[in-house]
């Protein structure tokens, strides 16, 4: 089992895509729990708080105020078990693939993308596969990165390759789409929309359904993924393989036409 991840508020700030001056402001407002302990004078807090942040953050862009999230924050929690309603906001906001990232100085980035490396990088920004923090950029996915440097030494372009992520990437939020509204409209169906749940039972299940949602989710994609492409790769290597060998018939009668 994997050691509780610990941050320092840098660090939890960073991990979230806010400032240390919003999560001090969140932690006086009340919209953060305390922190898990102390490292000298320096807070520490832990995954929970950054899952609390990225609630705040998707309310935040709902429109709602922070004053408005405290009370929903408040009025929800009133009189319910801290460790149900922790586990139902990691079902919620935990991100599904772990992230892994690699951090470079802006000055040394070329020597990873190229000479291109400004645009690749603004890109990859588009993509949030890349984040830019001053003088530094910080890559969101090691494994990625790391098979398009892989994939480049076969001499396909980079450029090329994170394109072609983005039409996958394209096609994937598609089939999240349908996935997580699949989710909502149980939801909907069984308790009428704006529904949360109230008792220990509720949140319980709740947290489940969630939680075998992302397996299914994720077990179906990955399947479904390799067994289309054992079919599409049969059907292209046979299209391939079937012009190649008319071009090798056509190289034959070439080369005996000149004897004749």
Same mark, same amino acid.
């Given at each position: 089992?994997?050691?509780?991840?610990?941050?320092?508020?840098?660090?939890?700030?960073?991990?979230?895509?806010?400032?240390?001056?919003?999560?001090?402001?969140?932690?006086?407002?009340?919209?953060?729990?305390?922190?898990?302990?102390?490292?000298?004078?320096?807070?520490i807090y832990g995954d929970v708080h950054l899952e609390r942040l990225r609630l705040i953050d998707a309310l935040l862009q709902r429109g709602f105020t922070t004053a408005h999230i405290g009370d929903f924050i408040t009025s929800w929690e009133t009189g319910?078990?801290?460790?149900?309603?922790?586990?139902?906001?990691?079902?919620?906001?935990a991100p599904w693939a772990p992230e892994e990232?690699?951090?470079v100085s802006r000055e040394l980035i070329g020597t990873i993308l190229g000479t291109d490396s400004d645009e690749l990088v603004q890109r990859l920004c588009e993509m949030k596969l890349v984040r830019?923090?001053?003088?530094?950029?910080?890559?969101?996915?090691?494994?990625?990165?790391?098979?398009?440097?892989?994939?480049?030494?076969?001499?396909?372009e980079l450029r090329t390759l994170i394109e072609i992520y983005a039409k996958v990437a394209d096609r994937i939020d598609d089939i999240t789409g349908i996935l997580i509204t699949a989710a909502k409209?149980?939801?909907?169906? @069984?308790? +009428?929309?704006?529904?949360?749940?109230?008792?220990?039972? /509720?949140? &319980?299940?709740?947290?489940?359904?969630?939680?075998?949602?992302r397996e299914l989710a994720v077990a179906s994609v990955h399947s479904t993924l390799a067994r289309s492409l054992d079919v599409t790769l049969?059907? @292209?290597? +046979?299209?391939?393989?079937?012009?190649?060998?008319?071009? /090798?018939? &056509?190289?034959?009668?070439?080369?005996?036409?000149?004897g004749e």
């Open positions: 089992m994997n050691a509780p991840v610990e941050y320092r508020i840098d660090d939890l700030a960073r991990a979230a895509g806010t400032t240390t001056r919003n999560v001090r402001a969140y932690q006086e407002r009340g919209l953060l729990p305390p922190p898990v302990g102390k490292d000298g004078r320096a807070s319910k078990d801290l460790s149900e309603i922790l586990g139902l906001q990691h079902a919620v906001t990232t690699f951090e830019i923090d001053g003088d530094t950029v910080t890559f969101t996915d090691t494994q990625l990165l790391a098979s398009f440097a892989e994939l480049h030494e076969y001499g396909l409209e149980h939801i909907v169906d @069984e308790h +009428g929309p704006g529904w949360l749940p109230e008792t220990s039972t /509720e949140i &319980a299940d709740t947290t489940t359904m969630l939680e075998k949602m049969r059907r @292209e290597l +046979g299209d391939y393989l079937a012009t190649a060998a008319e071009r /090798e018939r &056509a190289r034959a009668n070439d080369s005996v036409r000149p």
